[in-house]
């Protein structure tokens, strides 16, 4: 199940598109940098597939930690490694449910084509093309649910609305929280943000 999702993480050079001549792009991605993302959304490296489906076909979350094995190595994984790995902050809201409902309400427009507030219920080509993009980055990397990219969310939009309007976010809670789910059997979690870890290590570390 977890090779089906591993072709939908995301990798961003930020090198390459801070150099764009594309201004809304470049000031979407220096949004992204802003928000302590870049660790985590910029990390380079081989996909190890194997390892990643047998990483969640022996997962489980025991006293806060991710634990499993691959190869028979033992790999316990605490939220101050992943926070630490991808240089994660480890302050801000630390949940979707704390943004303030007049923040979200601007980003509708700021994100708007039209300028009139995008609806919550409609599809991404409501907005921008930089925001379009965006939402696809928060869709497969962050969010990691199935389901339509193209389709707008409350949660999705209230993911752009942190890079949008600079709203700190406790990244290593957040997305921590998300890896526990990813081994919880049943979850309804994508495996790509276990990817994004898999990339960052070396084969015998994972």
């Known amino acids: 199940m977890a090779a089906s999702f591993y072709s939908n993480s995301v990798h961003v050079d930020f090198d390459s598109v801070l150099e764009m001549d594309e201004p809304g792009m ?3 991605f220096q949004a992204l940098v802003a928000s302590g993302l870049q660790g985590f959304l910029g990390c380079t490296a081989m996909v190890y597939e194997e ?4 990483f969640f076909a022996n997962g489980t979350v025991r006293d806060g930690l991710v634990v499993s094995s691959v190869d028979g190595v033992l790999v316990e994984i605490s939220e101050e ?3 630490e790995t991808f240089e994660l902050p480890v302050d801000g809201l630390g949940d979707l ?6 923040v979200v309400f601007d980003a ?3 994100v708007s084509l039209s300028r009139e507030p995008i609806s919550l219920s409609g599809r991404k080509n409501q907005m921008k093309f930089e925001f379009r993009l965006l939402c696809d980055i928060m869709a497969k990397a962050i969010s990691v649910k199935a389901g339509s990219f193209n389709a707008i969310t409350v949660e999705k939009f209230s993911l752009i609305t942190t ?3 600079r709203i700190r976010m406790n990244w290593a809670n957040f997305l ?3 890896l526990k789910k990813m081994v919880t059997p049943g979850s309804k979690q994508a495996k790509g943000l276990a990817n994004q870890f898999v990339r960052k290590e070396e084969p015998d570390e994972v």
């Open 81 to 83: 490694l992943f926070a």
């Open 26 to 28: 470049v000031s979407m």
């Open 97 to 102: 449910t704390e943004m303030p409902k007049d």
């Open 51 to 54: 390892a990643l489906v047998e």
């Open 108 to 110: 509708r427009s700021i």
């Open 176 to 178: 921590f929280s998300i």
């Open 163 to 165: 890079v949008v309007c």
